[in-house]
Structures are given as C-alpha cells and as structure tokens.
Nanobody
Framework: QVQLVESGGGLVQAGGSLRLSCAAS????????MGWYRQAPGKQRELVAT???????NYADSVKGRFTISRHNVKNTVYVKMNSLKPVYTAVYFC???????????????WGQGTQFTVSY
C-alpha cells in the first residue's frame, strides 16, 4: 500500500521559515505529481502547491513568492520551503501524490495523514 510520510511540521515564529517534506513509499511505478494542501480550523482543505514529475509547478495565489515547492523524483519526495511566514498560514498541511502502480494502470491519488504547522505571533 502506498503511504505518504510527512515531516517538518511544528511551531515557528512569524517571519521565519521552515521546510516540510513528504516521502512516498510502496508499490509505485511512476509518480505524476506531488504536492501540498492545507486545512485551517473551520475551513475547507485548499491547495498550497503542486509539482509534476516534469517540474511544472502550481501555487495558490496566497503563497506565491513565499513558498517554493520542489521534488526529488528518484526518492519520491516533495518539499515545500516556506518563507516570511504569517500566523494566517497556520493549518494542518497534507501531502498528496498522484501515481500509477504499473505501466498500464490509471492514476491513483493518496493523501498523507497531515502535519500541524503553527506560526506564532
């Protein structure tokens, strides 16, 4: 079974920076894309950033210029570097991956369990 393991969450002071990472493991033939979503209390889960295996990135408008997503394809790992952090960024951050298990299969999606990230005042 494919699993996503997130790390790097925690507490950071406003204005600081932090990097989250997520590693995929299991039966994976190829990963099409990986990324991060977040969900604040009382809010719906929303896009943070995604990156394809070819390096095409997509960012939420609210994080453009502050967050940088990157990927290590060989290790099936995705990172997001977050700079100039604000308390409004506080949320549970979820890693996701879109992948195929074989050459002829359709794509599947998997989510991590989420990691709490808190920006203090």
């Amino acid at each position: 079974q494919v699993q996503l393991v997130e790390s790097g969450g925690g507490l950071v002071q406003a204005g600081g920076s932090l990097r989250l990472s997520c590693a995929a493991s299991g039966t994976i033939f190829s990963i099409n894309a990986m990324g991060w979503y977040r969900q604040a209390p009382g809010k719906q889960r929303e896009l943070v950033a995604t990156i394809t295996s070819g390096g095409l990135t997509n960012y939420a408008d609210s994080v453009k210029g502050r967050f940088t997503i990157s990927r290590h394809n060989v290790k099936n790992t995705v990172y997001v570097k977050m700079n100039s952090l604000k308390p409004v960024y506080t949320a549970v951050y979820f890693c996701y991956a879109k992948y195929v298990r074989s050459l002829v299969s359709t794509y599947l999606k998997v989510w991590g369990q989420g990691t709490q990230f808190t920006v203090s005042y």
